[in-house]
């Protein structure tokens, strides 16, 4: 589904964001991409989305050669792709159910479709309840799950996440990461970019880290040893032995 190839992207001003940088991640599949800051995640997600154009190697995504995507190709490709961000965007004057129904009224569905698959997205995230609320009136975790629910309205197989979890509490933060588990099970491939450690490896997925970029480990946690905490040093205290208070008195 997504191929990197050799793929290097140099800014204007000289800064090497990838260095070489192949991948590829399949249909299905679920990929957590770590590494500190400036490490080229956010360039890595560029270039997934055609934000930005890679300056070597190519870029592929399912039937889409992103560096050679024409102009009449680029809301199309964008399409079919969920993206969910850490400051949710969504639309500060429109209520929950508008906000979901938007994405998919640029696409010409029918009002009909859309009213039946707001209800279906709002029941998926738990959110029946609030449709005609303002984002304002929502907590953060509430919040990311219209954007969550917004992602899916077109049913995109591949769902892109840019720190999901970064404002909203380590409850939420599993309570999302349960729903991507479950749109994962159902098929839909995640890659989502985290710095929550934590999160990460109370899943068993598979974990790319990028270092100064490059992929410099790929695999399950074992593989990302960096991300696994030292064990805490077990004291082997030796029992101190009961007093024979019998022997004492003999
Ligand atoms: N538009 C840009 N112009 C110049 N340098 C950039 C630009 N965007 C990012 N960088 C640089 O590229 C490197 C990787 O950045 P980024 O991909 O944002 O990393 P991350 O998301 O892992 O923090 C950093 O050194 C950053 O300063
Ligand atoms: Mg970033």
Wanted: proline share 6%; net charge positive; charged share 25%.
């Amino acid at each position: 589904m997504i191929e990197f190839r050799e793929v290097t992207k140099e800014y204007p001003n000289g800064t090497k964001a990838l260095r070489g940088v192949n991948l590829t991640i399949a249909p299905r599949e679920f990929v957590f991409v770590v590494g500190s800051s400036g490490a080229g995640k956010s360039t890595f997600l560029k270039l997934l989305l055609h934000e930005e154009i890679p300056t070597g190697g190519t870029v592929r995504v399912g039937r889409y050669e992103l560096n050679n995507l024409s102009r009449k190709q680029i809301p199309h490709y964008r399409r079919q792709l969920g993206m969910v961000f850490q400051d949710f965007r969504l639309i500060a004057t429109m209520n929950v159910y508008d906000n979901i129904a938007f994405a998919m009224r640029v696409v010409g569905r029918r009002e009909r479709a859309i009213r039946e698959r707001v209800a279906y997205l709002l029941q998926l995230v738990g959110l029946s309840h609030k449709a005609h609320s303002k984002p304002s009136e929502l907590s953060g975790g509430e919040q990311q799950r219209v954007a969550i629910a917004r992602a899916l309205a077109n049913n995109p197989d591949l769902i892109i996440a840019d720190e999901p979890t970064g404002n909203i509490d380590p409850r939420m933060s599993r309570e999302l990461l349960d729903l991507f588990v479950q749109l994962n099970e159902q098929g839909t491939t995640i890659v989502m970019v985290t710095h929550a450690h934590e999160l990460v490896r109370q899943y068993n997925k598979r974990i790319i880290i990028l270092d100064n970029g490059i992929v410099t480990a790929d695999g399950g946690l074992r593989q990302a040893p960096t991300l696994v905490p030292p064990q805490p040093v077990r004291r082997h205290t030796t029992p101190i032995p009961a007093y024979n208070f019998e022997r004492r008195v003999g």
